[in-house]
């Protein structure tokens, strides 16, 4: 990773630190974080810590509150209980501080279809404050890294699945952040395109040390990706481990689905609402 | 400052290349200040011209003809003749407009001053040549009955003679009024939907949220769709001004269109404000498109633009004056009717302005919790 970001703002310090500067602490740590939504309690007092560099999964019935925890550490949405520090900001008193250490790859598609890949990037680069070079020099790195250069002038509109999700990646790296959030990055691709998507979350813990935090439902993935994983149900965090440690613990023929059907199965309320079945769908569709 | 305002230029930037690459609404922009402008101004007429007209001619007497020769384009088509038993039959058909109907011994009675009664038979659904064409038939009648008796006994010339200026539009002309009207129309639709839908298409895309977990302010955000769609709309209107209003319907403008523009710029602000005001109360596209045109036809109706504010009744003009847009028709009508400059219409401008910042401040209150809303 190359030097310090610029300041747009004028005050030199500010911007994501390069992997030499990080802290000590844990990039993302929470402590009784809580999100209510009237009487329903989306995510229940949850307290994790996540070190520097990992990739971390966040695994769950559909409704367990992932994509709210998410949103919350994004600054996103507000929590209406406990804390949390995310690239050592706090969520609430430090949200515009969280905003330029993070990158956001959300379920649903971030990148604008009416524009090209380039242009997309471009925009991204600007808003980070990056100088001309600097823009240039990242935008062309993105591109290569995530296998899409060839394509940089077409409109997304015309990109596959795995192109589009890619390309996302690359626009939320732009500004090398230290906390990388993606919520369900694969959910809608194909075996393969997955696997190229899989191939470049590892390449970037690899070569810019960005700890990455992600929801899938996928245990493969996240047997695949993660170093640890947390695994929620009606909000509460049920199990945390590797998913190594996890599998031996129920035996040694366990797979990741069966630890993931023995925490959550009895659990497994029909919770998740038809805006998320909806959301799932219209991403999936759109990713076609 | 300069950081907003920057990443409000850039965001605007973004809105632009989106635009550019949307050609559903390039078209709709084009044909809003195109067709939509000159087709409404030189069709819907308002004064009366072509009326379809029929006489029933009991008399058939030389004043009962001299009458039907009176009737003349273009205010009427040359006149059809009816039976007395066909007049119903013809009107429910809706084969003409106006049906005068003269009785037997009409000249003898006028003659001999009996004062008969000639029946006007008017469609009242096509309303406004039903009320300006009984006002002119009354007129044409009443001439050619007192030429006739002038002849017949010669009288003195009238005491009182009326003179009628009719200022900024001499001849009435009710295209040089729609044409303008329209185009101040066409900018309160599509700034409220172009905003609004930007909005709402990045809700339901996700887009959004991308920009809300950078270091992006909500304002920042609102300003960058506020000035691009104020920017194309601006310009649009103003080539529209010039093209189809001044050359293809030779409508003069009396006052200056830079001056336009820049007022049209402000209520640009306090429009686009309203649409992403409308797209926070809204969770989808289809709400929020019945919500727009809801409010746009009530803006627009109730704005003096269609009928003048005064033949409101008074509490709806107190209510009206808190909406942008008839402060608007009344600054458009100043500079473009009247060629007044600023010092004839500062206090609109001001309450245009002042309207908008509490909409902007309105749909700031609610953008992040909307926007965050619909997708948690």
């Given at each position: 990773?190359?030097?310090?970001?610029?300041?747009?703002?004028?005050?030199?310090?500010?911007?994501?630190?390069?992997?030499?500067?990080?802290?000590?602490?844990?990039a993302?740590?929470?402590?009784?974080?809580?999100?209510?939504?009237?009487?329903?309690?989306?995510?229940?007092?949850?307290?994790?810590?996540?070190?520097?560099?990992?990739?971390f999964?966040?695994?769950?019935?559909?409704?367990?509150?992932?994509?709210?925890?998410?949103?919350?550490?994004?600054?996103?949405?507000?929590?209406?209980?406990?804390?949390?520090?995310?690239?050592?900001?706090?969520?609430?008193?430090?949200?515009?501080?969280?905003?330029?250490?993070?990158?956001?790859?959300?379920?649903?598609?971030?990148?604008?279809?009416?524009?090209?890949?380039y242009?997309?990037?471009?925009?991204?680069?600007?808003?980070?404050?990056?100088?001309?070079?600097?823009?240039?020099?990242?935008?062309?790195?993105?591109?290569?890294?995530?296998?899409i250069?060839?394509?940089?002038?077409?409109?997304?509109?015309?990109?596959?699945?795995?192109?589009?999700?890619?390309?996302?990646?690359?626009?939320?790296m732009?500004?090398?952040?230290?906390?990388?959030?993606?919520?369900?990055?694969?959910?809608?691709?194909?075996?393969?395109?997955?696997?190229?998507?899989?191939?470049?979350?590892?390449?970037?813990?690899?070569n810019?040390?960005?700890?990455?935090?992600?929801?899938?439902?996928?245990?493969?993935?996240?047997?695949?990706?993660?170093?640890?994983?947390?695994?929620?149900?009606?909000?509460?965090?049920?199990?945390?481990?590797?998913?190594?440690?996890?599998?031996?613990?129920l035996?040694?023929?366990?797979?990741?689905d069966?630890?993931?059907?023995?925490?959550?199965?009895?659990?497994?309320?029909?919770?998740?609402?038809?805006?998320?079945?909806?959301?799932?769908?219209?991403?999936?569709?759109?990713?076609? | 400052?300069?950081?907003?305002?920057?990443?409000?230029?850039?965001?605007?930037?973004?809105?632009?290349?989106?635009?550019?690459?949307?050609?559903?609404?390039?078209?709709?922009?084009?044909?809003?200040?195109?067709?939509?402008?000159?087709?409404?101004?030189?069709?819907?007429?308002?004064e009366?011209?072509?009326?379809?007209?029929?006489?029933?001619d009991?008399?058939?007497?030389?004043?009962?003809?001299?009458?039907?020769?009176?009737?003349?384009?273009?205010?009427?088509?040359?006149?059809?003749?009816?039976?007395?038993?066909?007049?119903?039959?013809?009107?429910?058909?809706?084969?003409?407009?106006?049906?005068?109907?003269?009785?037997?011994?009409?000249?003898?009675?006028?003659l001999?001053?009996?004062?008969?009664a000639?029946?006007?038979?008017?469609?009242?659904?096509?309303?406004?040549?039903?009320?300006?064409?009984?006002?002119?038939?009354?007129?044409?009648?009443?001439?050619?009955?007192?030429?006739?008796?002038?002849?017949?006994?010669?009288?003195a010339?009238?005491a009182?003679?009326?003179v009628?200026?009719?200022?900024?539009?001499?001849?009435?002309?009710?295209?040089?009024?729609?044409?303008?009207?329209?185009?101040?129309?066409?900018?309160?639709?599509?700034?409220?939907?172009?905003?609004g839908?930007?909005?709402?298409?990045?809700?339901?895309?996700?887009?959004?949220?991308?920009?809300?977990?950078?270091p992006?302010?909500?304002v920042?955000?609102m300003?960058?769709?506020?000035w691009?769609?104020?920017?194309?709309?601006?310009?649009?209107?103003?080539?529209?001004?010039?093209?189809?209003?001044?050359d293809?319907?030779?409508?003069?403008?009396?006052?200056?269109?830079?001056?336009?523009?820049?007022?049209?710029?402000?209520?640009?602000?306090?429009?686009?404000?309203?649409?992403?005001f409308?797209?926070?109360?809204?969770?989808?596209?289809?709400q929020?498109?019945?919500?727009?045109?809801?409010?746009?036809?009530?803006?627009?109706?109730l704005?003096?633009?269609?009928?003048?504010?005064?033949?409101?009744?008074e509490l709806?003009?107190?209510?009206?004056?808190?909406?942008?847009?008839?402060?608007?028709?009344?600054?458009?009508?100043?500079?473009?009717?009247?060629?007044?400059?600023?010092?004839?219409?500062?206090?609109?401008?001001?309450?245009?302005?002042?309207?908008?910042?509490?909409?902007?401040?309105?749909?700031?209150?609610?953008?992040?919790?909307a926007?965050?809303?619909?997708?948690?």
């Amino acid at each position: 990773m190359s030097g310090s970001e610029p300041d747009a703002r004028g005050t030199p310090e500010r911007g994501p630190r390069t992997t030499s500067e990080q802290p000590r602490a844990p990039a993302i740590e929470t402590a009784g974080l809580t999100r209510r939504f009237g009487t329903l309690i989306a995510v229940d007092a949850l307290d994790l810590a996540i070190p520097a560099g990992a990739i971390f999964g966040l695994l769950g019935t559909n409704g367990a509150g992932k994509t709210t925890v998410i949103k919350m550490l994004t600054t996103l949405l507000a929590p209406t209980g406990g804390s949390a520090r995310v690239a050592g900001f706090d969520i609430t008193r430090d949200a515009a501080e969280v905003r330029w250490h993070i990158g956001y790859v959300s379920q649903m598609l971030s990148a604008d279809g009416e524009l090209t890949g380039y242009e997309n990037l471009l925009i991204s680069a600007k808003l980070y404050g990056l100088t001309r070079s600097e823009r240039r020099e990242r935008i062309d790195e993105a591109l290569r890294f995530m296998d899409i250069a060839a394509a940089a002038d077409r409109l997304v509109s015309r990109y596959s699945g795995g192109m589009i999700r890619r390309l996302e990646i690359a626009q939320s790296m732009l500004h090398r952040p230290q906390v990388l959030f993606l919520d369900e990055p694969t959910v809608g691709l194909d075996p393969l395109a997955r696997r190229v998507v899989w191939e470049r979350i590892r390449l970037l813990r690899q070569n810019y040390g960005t700890t990455i935090l992600m929801t899938t439902h996928d245990m493969e993935e996240a047997d695949q990706l993660c170093d640890a994983v947390a695994l929620m149900t009606l909000g509460r965090l049920v199990a945390l481990g590797a998913p190594a440690d996890l599998k031996l613990a129920l035996g040694p023929e366990a797979t990741l689905d069966d630890v993931f059907i023995h925490y959550t199965g009895g659990a497994a309320a029909e919770r998740g609402t038809f805006q998320d079945a909806a959301r799932a769908r219209r991403t999936a569709h759109r990713l076609e | 400052m300069r950081r907003l305002l920057a990443n409000a230029y850039r965001l605007g930037v973004k809105e632009l290349f989106s635009l550019g690459h949307d050609r559903v609404l390039l078209f709709l922009i084009v044909y809003s200040f195109t067709y939509a402008v000159y087709g409404p101004a030189k069709g819907a007429r308002m004064e009366l011209i072509d009326a379809s007209v029929a006489v029933v001619d009991e008399d058939r007497s030389t004043l009962s003809r001299r009458i039907e020769d009176a009737l003349l384009r273009p205010y009427f088509l040359p006149p059809g003749h009816l039976a007395a038993a066909e007049v119903d039959t013809a009107m429910d058909a809706d084969r003409y407009t106006f049906v005068i109907d003269i009785p037997p011994r009409f000249q003898a009675d006028v003659l001999a001053g009996r004062a008969p009664a000639i029946q006007v038979n008017v469609d009242a659904t096509a309303m406004s040549q039903a009320g300006r064409g009984a006002g002119y038939l009354q007129s044409v009648i009443t001439q050619e009955l007192q030429t006739f008796l002038n002849r017949a006994a010669p009288s003195a010339p009238p005491a009182v003679r009326l003179v009628v200026q009719s200022k900024f539009n001499p001849n009435l002309m009710s295209t040089w009024f729609n044409a303008v009207m329209q185009i101040v129309n066409n900018i309160t639709m599509l700034a409220i939907i172009l905003s609004g839908a930007a909005l709402m298409r990045e809700r339901e895309h996700g887009t959004i949220e991308h920009l809300l977990v950078m270091p992006l302010t909500p304002v920042e955000i609102m300003l960058g769709k506020v000035w691009a769609n104020a920017f194309v709309i601006v310009v649009v209107s103003a080539i529209s001004l010039r093209l189809v209003v001044q050359d293809a319907l030779g409508v003069p403008i009396a006052g200056s269109i830079p001056l336009f523009m820049f007022c049209t710029l402000i209520y640009m602000f306090s429009v686009t404000a309203l649409g992403i005001f409308l797209a926070t109360l809204t969770r989808s596209m289809p709400q929020f498109g019945l919500l727009a045109f809801l409010v746009f036809i009530v803006m627009n109706q109730l704005s003096g633009a269609a009928t003048p504010l005064d033949s409101m009744p008074e509490l709806l003009q107190g209510v009206m004056q808190i909406s942008p847009t008839t402060h608007f028709v009344a600054v458009s009508q100043t500079i473009l009717y009247r060629g007044a400059g600023l010092e004839a219409m500062w206090p609109h401008l001001a309450a245009v302005a002042g309207i908008g910042l509490v909409f902007f401040l309105a749909a700031l209150l609610r953008f992040r919790k909307a926007v965050t809303a619909l997708q948690v």
